[in-house]
């Protein structure tokens, strides 16, 4: 039986069997540690009975850096499309090639989107490559919708769907949006 625990810093000397898939980004050690000094709270490991990581969520709640157009926000009165209010994000969800389909994405992206529930957060959003079927798939399957298609967002040209989930304070769903396929954006257009 797996269980999902806050991950720590002797966990980034275990977690090189999960980053195995080609389509998984691998980051340096610091970018690791920033995210476990900032948000602690929303990075969790998912261990196995044998003591081995299976998988890993790295995430962070923010907004946009400027300021909000009119305070309070309100999703009704921002006149900004590209602002971005207070929300969650997941920036890195990985699970071994020998633990896939047990459900620990699910459960690992469940515990971060009740952690920026917690935080008051609108949303949940993540970014996936546009050819990447399976991973669109499963963000579906947890209630993940496509909200623009990123242009040219990766260095090797390929777009992004930025996916999202609202959260309990979105009441009416107004941070999602259908047929987000075909909203296109560049780069410089999202924070």
């Keep these: 039986m797996s269980f999902i625990r806050p991950m720590v810093p002797g966990d980034l000397l275990k977690i090189s069997s999960t980053n195995l898939d080609h389509l998984t980004e691998t980051y340096n ?4 540690l920033e ?9 969790k490991v998912i261990e196995g009975h044998d003591g081995q990581i299976e998988g890993y969520i790295l995430g ?34 990985t699970v071994a090639p ?8 699910t459960r690992l992206s469940a ?4 952690g920026a529930d917690a935080q008051k957060g609108w949303f949940v959003d993540l970014y996936v490559r546009a050819s990447n ?7 579906r399957k947890m209630g993940y919708s496509v909200y623009r298609r990123v242009l040219d967002y990766y260095n090797d040209g390929e ?19 259908e047929n ?3 909203f296109h954006v560049r780069p410089e257009d999202v924070w």
């Design 133 to 139: 079927e399976i991973a669109k798939e499963l963000y």
């Design 35 to 43: 995210y476990l000094t900032k948000w602690p709270d929303l990075c």
């Design 111 to 114: 515990a971060l989107e009740q």
């Design 159 to 177: 777009d992004a769907f930025d996916m999202r989930k609202s959260l309990s304070r979105d009441v009416g769903g107004k941070h999602v949006r």
């Design 98 to 105: 020998s633990a896939r389909r047990l459900g620990h994405a």
């Design 29 to 32: 050690i610091g970018f690791y």
């Design 180 to 182: 987000g396929e075909n």
């Design 60 to 93: 962070k709640v923010e907004s946009s850096p400027y300021p909000v157009p009119l305070y309070p926000y309100h999703p009704d009165t921002n006149p900004d499309p590209h602002y971005l209010p207070w929300h969650g994000h997941i920036t890195a969800l």
